[in-house]
């Protein structure tokens, strides 16, 4: 089971980061993690993936620049570093663990494991 935290209420410009866990070891038992977001009467999208072996981030054409993903192994957790927030990135973030390769890197099927989401507010 994946937990996603972090979320909360920010202005325009400003950052925040989220992050994503388990109670067991999300580097053992998945080849990499993603994040994806849903927004009020949109469809769930892609935002940011990681694998583990090689250390592939990928990212979404609107979110590259501004977002970072990273993992911290000792910590068994992946973050979701956001800086430069739009009130457009309002959305329930969720984060996705499985063993997606470069064809499914973006695409929900390409993970199993799903976290309960988190709420990422941005205002104007």
């Known amino acids: 089971q994946l937990q996603a935290s972090g979320g909360g209420l920010v202005q325009a410009g400003g950052s925040l980061r989220i992050s994503c866990t388990a109670s067991?070891?999300?580097?053992?038992?998945?080849?990499?993690l993603g994040w994806f977001r849903q927004a009020p009467g949109k469809e769930r999208e892609f935002v940011s993936a990681?694998?583990?072996?090689?250390?592939?981030?990928y990212y979404a054409d609107s979110v590259k620049g501004r977002f970072t993903i990273s993992r911290d192994n000792a910590k068994n957790t992946v973050y979701l570093q956001m800086n430069s927030l739009k009130p457009e990135d309002t959305a329930v973030y969720y984060c996705?663990?499985?063993?997606?390769?470069?064809?499914?890197?973006?695409?929900?099927?390409?993970?199993?494991?799903w976290g309960q989401g988190t709420q990422v507010t941005v205002s104007s």
């Open positions: 996705a663990g499985g063993r997606p390769i470069t064809s499914s890197i973006r695409m929900e099927g390409g993970y199993g494991t």
């Open positions: 067991t070891d999300i580097f053992s038992i998945f080849n990499g």
């Open positions: 990681i694998r583990w072996r090689g250390g592939g981030t």
